[in-house]
């Protein structure tokens, strides 16, 4: 919630009843550190660009104890996500730091030490290609405190913690490391690591050559191999059993749906483990986490292959974001369906010159359009004159059939088909394999978001785990 003016007004009251300039500034500051530790990022944001009305330039150093705060409010949203209450607190990580680096409230000077640290960690080119990708440009103190600071932190959180379903520290550790990122729900998402991408590309070889082998045998044109391919591939996965500290083993079968031409055109990039990008790999029809068995699978630049699903069934454009046409092409469409119907042409030039006027010139029609515009035409065929001798039956049976050319136009794509075709546009070089990620989505995040995030996610782990193996063996000493 933002500042109502009232706030602004009696806060300008309250500054201005200060006679020194230092007395304001403190003010602020306290302002500003109380929006700060409850998490009130807007607040403090239209507060720092108020300061500039009082004269006052807002330094983040001098916001006092400000690490602490911002650990703690990291520390909240790892606190939701290890009780398993709010796994899409990690969301809300990767916002608090997006903020962070933002206004640059991580800024301090790194000691010489730290600077060779650093040095260090910057000569992994993916781990900075990540940050890039999520916060933008980052300073050397907020790479320092993602490699140090937050590591640390969820290291003393996790000593500290009794969480019940655990048996002990040693199992904690052992599935924050090697269980979770590789199963877990995220944004209404599933996503499961499957395997190396080696024991992708060996089937899928496999499978190509056989299938190739059989064209052949056929006598069929060889030329075109762009048509997709099915072939199975089975997976196990390691799970682990809380109350019995026992790991278990089970084993999976997945069918793939492949585009031979995506993965040959980039074979080369899915297998380089120092290309930051994820690339599409395959629609998975069978065995998949979704609720149909479906789902989607990814190479990343760890060498993996992760499947990201969702429930299809489920409303406003999930996983397949539905049809969309701006408003000519969609009028254009709605004419030729509407003709087609036998609807006379008196009656379609109207509705569409009642469409032409009554819609916005640049506006997006979608498959969530289709029953306000239905109600529309239905009122406008009530009001207008030449409709008004019309009996209930006649205007139902013209809506009905313009129902029906508007649900032909509109009506959402099954998955298989809009994944043919993406793929087609891959093999044609109109499409790249790596944004395919980022048009499947799930209201507002995508499966490249959740690949992304999952990719720095994995840094801080590893490097919490580091820690916690270098204090066990000071231990032993």
């Not at 065995?287 to 990343?300: A, W």
């Not at 009001?383 to 013209?398: A, H, K, P, W």
């Amino acid at each position: 919630m933002k500042p109502s003016n009232q706030f602004l007004e009696r806060f300008k009251s309250n500054v201005s009843s200060f006679e020194h300039q230092e007395e304001r500034e403190t003010y602020f500051y306290g302002a500003l550190i109380k929006f700060l530790k409850s998490g009130q990022f807007d607040n403090f944001k239209d507060l720092v660009n108020y300061s500039i009305n009082f004269n006052i330039f807002i330094d983040m150093r001098k916001i006092p104890d400000r690490f602490n705060i911002i650990s703690r409010l990291l520390l909240n949203c790892t606190d939701k996500v290890s009780n398993g209450y709010q796994t899409s607190a990690l969301g809300d990580i990767i916002n608090i730091l997006k903020f962070c680096n933002e206004f640059n409230l991580l800024d301090r000077n790194l000691s010489e030490n730290e600077i060779l640290i650093l040095e260090n960690i910057k000569k992994d080119k993916l781990f900075l290609a990540n940050l890039f990708d999520l916060f933008g440009k980052v300073s050397n103190a907020f790479i320092f405190y993602i490699y140090n600071t937050i590591p640390r932190d969820l290291y003393e959180y996790f000593i500290n913690s009794q969480i019940s379903y655990f048996p002990d520290q040693e199992g904690l550790v052992y599935y924050i490391k090697n269980i979770f990122f590789n199963q877990y729900s995220i944004y209404g998402l599933s996503v499961r690591y499957l395997s190396p991408i080696e024991q992708f590309v060996k089937v899928f070889k496999k499978n190509y050559t056989t299938h190739k082998n059989q064209i052949e045998i056929k006598g069929e044109n060889n030329s075109n191999h762009g048509e997709l391919i099915e072939f199975s591939d089975k997976y196990k996965y390691r799970t682990f059993y809380y109350d019995t500290e026992e790991e278990h083993e089970y084993h999976e079968t997945k069918k793939h749906l492949v585009s031979p031409k995506n993965i040959l055109k980039n074979f080369d990039k899915i297998l380089d483990k120092n290309n930051y990008n994820f690339y599409s790999l395959s629609m998975v029809l069978l065995g998949g986490l979704g609720p149909q068995g479906l789902g989607f699978t990814y190479s990343t630049p760890k060498g993996e292959v992760v499947e990201i699903c969702s429930d299809s069934k489920q409303n406003k454009a999930i996983i397949i974001k539905f049809k969309k046409f701006l408003k000519n092409q969609f009028i254009d469409k709605l004419g030729k369906e509407m003709n087609s119907l036998n609807i006379k042409e008196i009656i379609i030039k109207k509705i569409l010159n009642y469409l032409i006027d009554a819609l916005n010139k640049e506006e997006s029609i979608s498959y969530f359009s289709k029953d306000s515009i239905l109600y529309n035409i239905k009122s406008f065929l009530i009001e207008d004159s030449e409709y008004q001798d019309f009996s209930d039956n006649q205007v139902n049976g013209l809506v009905n059939k313009i129902t029906n050319a508007i649900q032909v136009i509109l009506r959402p794509i099954k998955m298989m088909d809009q994944y043919k075709a993406r793929m087609n546009l891959v093999a044609k070089g109109l499409l790249k394999s790596e944004d395919i990620a980022k048009l499947t989505s799930l209201k507002e995040k995508s499966h490249y978001d959740i690949l992304r995030e999952r990719f720095f996610f994995q840094y801080i782990v590893s490097w919490f785990y580091e820690i916690y193996y270098a204090e066990k063996e000071k231990s032993k000493l």
